[in-house]
Nanobody
Framework: QVQLVESGGGLVQAGGSLRLSCAAS????????MGWYRQAPGKQRELVAV???????NYAYSVKGRFTISRDNAKNTVYLQMNSLKPEDTAVYYC???????????????WGQGTLVTVSS
């Protein structure tokens, strides 16, 4: 069993910054890609950023240059530094990880419970 626990959401004014964290725990052999998704009210969940185990990063066009994804493999943790936040960034942010789990070493698609980010204008 694998759990992802997010932290760092909250209320911030436009132009401000927040840093999200997501720690994975449980029967983890290794973790391939880790990423952040978000879902705004009335909209579908969308990819924000993803990082592979060797550090390759991809971002949604809407957050390029403002958000930075990083990970600490020793801690099984992924971060999302969000700068220059805009009201349209308001959403529930979800952590996702492709986890190779013990004992079968099968790949699990794990999700966190979500953390709310609200950006006021």
């Amino acid at each position: 069993q694998v759990q992802l626990v997010e932290s760092g959401g909250g209320l911030v004014q436009a132009g401000g910054s927040l840093r999200l964290s997501c720690a994975a725990s449980g029967s983890i052999f290794s973790i391939a890609a880790m990423g952040w998704y978000r879902q705004a009210p009335g909209k579908q969940r969308e990819l924000v950023a993803v990082i592979t185990s060797d550090g390759n990063r991809n971002y949604a066009y809407s957050v390029k240059g403002r958000f930075t994804i990083s990970r600490d493999n020793a801690k099984n943790t992924v971060y999302l530094q969000m700068n220059s936040l805009k009201p349209e960034d308001t959403a529930v942010y979800y952590c996702n990880a492709a986890v190779i789990a013990y004992p079968e070493r099968n790949t699990l698609d794990a999700w966190g419970q979500g953390t709310l980010v609200t950006v006021s204008s």
